[in-house]
């Protein structure tokens, strides 16, 4: 088990881009297997799939978002991060990062989310 924990802005203005990082604990994300994963709930709507990042690099997007959407990892530091470029109001969302045993699902372990609230 690994802990996670998100970190970023709060609020973003329209158009900007969102940045956020993930930092884990307990473990290295450098261990292969795992998919290190951005997810999303916006207000009263389901958890939706951003992306995930692989040990090496190697990233799965969601096709719906792929084209403002970019994640990375920085093995040295333990983290990944999540971009979403050119956000709108639509993109405000609890924003989680999970562990992962494959792309886009069999999540083991969740950070315990951020709320990013995109408004001018």
């Known amino acids: 088990q690994v802990q996670l924990q998100e970190s970023g802005p709060g609020l973003v203005k329209p158009s900007q881009t969102l940045s956020l990082t993930c930092t884990v604990s307990s473990g290295s994300i450098a261990t292969k297997g795992y998919y290190w994963t951005w997810t999303r709930r916006p207000p009263g709507k389901g958890l939706e799939w951003l992306g995930a990042?692989?040990?090496?690099?190697?990233?799965n997007y969601n096709p719906a978002l792929w084209s403002r959407t970019s994640i990375t990892i920085d093995t040295s530091k333990n983290q990944f991060t999540l971009q979403l470029s050119s956000v709108t109001p639509e993109d405000t969302a609890v924003y989680y990062c999970a562990r992962a045993a494959k792309a886009g699902g069999d999540y083991d372990d969740w950070g315990q989310g951020t709320q990013v609230t995109v408004s001018s």
């Open positions: 990042i692989r040990y090496d690099g190697s990233t």
